[in-house]
C-alpha cells in the first residue's frame, strides 16, 4: 500500500502578507486542491495525508466533499519546521503502508507519470526525488554580490516533489534528524544520515512551486492546458 502524505500547513510569506497561497484560485480551484486531486486520481496512491494548520481541518473536509476526492483521508496538524509536519505526517500512515510520497501542498503540476516513476525508483532504491536539470549557467557570489567563481552545472539538479520513500527508510531518516536536534532543507537530505542514496527521477513535465506572485500566471497555464488535454 503506497500513502501521499501532502504537507499543507505553511503561510508562504514570500506571496505576500496576508495571503495563504494554497487557497489562491488557480485555474478555477484553490491551489492546494490541485495537489490534492494529482494524488487522489493516481491508481498507485492508495490513501492521503494532509498535514495543515490547526483549526484547518473542517477547511480540507469541506473541500474534499466539494470535489469529489475519493481516497482514504487522515488530516493531521504541522509543526514547527516543515521536518516537524512530515514527521506528524508519517506517524498516521495506515498500518501496512510500504511506499511514502511526501508532496509539497504548493506545487500542484506532478504528473501522473512522475508520481509513477517516482515510486518504482523509490521501491527499487528505497528513496527517489523528482527533479531537473539544472540549464541556466550558475554563478557563486562572495557575498558582497559579485561574482567569485563559476560553477559546473553538468552535474547539478533542481530537486522537487514528490519525494517519495520506502515507509522503514524515511522514519529511519527523519527520526535520526529529531535525534540529532538540526534541521534539514528537504526530506531526501534527511536521508544523508542514515547512509540512505536517492534516486533522482527526471520531470521531464514542468513542475513548478507556487512561492511568489510571479509563478501563479505560469502554474495557472499549465493547470489549464492539462485540464484541456
Not at 24 to 52: C, K, M, N, Q, Y
Not at 134 to 156: F, P, Q, W, Y
Not at 188 to 196: D, K, M, R, S, V
Request: with cysteine.
Amino acid at each position: 500500500m503506497n500513502c501521499a502524505v501532502i504537507v499543507a500547513a505553511g503561510l508562504g510569506t514570500r506571496m505576500g502578507p496576508g495571503i495563504d497561497k494554497l487557497f489562491l484560485e488557480v485555474a478555477g480551484r484553490p491551489l492546494v486542491a490541485h495537489t490534492w486531486a494529482a494524488f487522489d486520481r493516481s491508481p498507485l496512491i492508495h490513501s492521503i495525508i494532509l498535514v495543515v494548520r490547526e483549526g484547518m481541518g473542517p477547511t480540507f473536509i469541506e473541500m474534499a466533499a466539494h470535489y469529489g476526492f475519493i481516497k482514504r483521508l487522515t488530516i493531521v496538524h504541522g509543526g514547527k519546521q516543515r521536518q516537524d509536519s512530515v514527521w506528524n505526517g508519517i506517524q498516521a500512515v495506515p498500518d501496512g503502508t510500504k511506499i511514502i510520497a511526501i508532496q509539497d501542498g504548493a506545487r500542484p503540476c506532478p504528473s501522473e507519470a512522475l508520481i509513477a516513476a517516482t515510486i518504482e525508483a523509490a521501491r527499487s532504491v528505497g528513496a527517489a526525488v523528482a527533479a531537473q536539470k539544472v540549464t541556466d549557467t550558475i554563478k557563486e557570489s562572495d557575498g558582497n554580490g559579485k561574482i567569485a567563481r563559476n560553477i559546473d552545472r553538468s552535474r547539478l539538479w533542481a530537486v522537487q516533489t514528490p519525494q517519495v520513500f520506502r515507509a522503514d527508510v524515511i522514519r529511519a531518516a527523519l527520526g535520526k534528524v529529531i535525534q540529532q536536534g538540526i534541521q534539514v532543507t528537504d526530506d531526501t537530505a534527511a536521508c544523508e544520515l542514515i547512509g540512505q542514496s536517492v534516486q533522482l527521477v527526471e520531470s521531464l513535465a514542468p513542475n513548478p512551486k507556487a512561492t511568489s506572485p510571479a509563478d501563479i500566471p505560469y502554474i495557472e497555464l499549465l493547470l489549464r492546458s492539462a485540464h484541456s488535454a
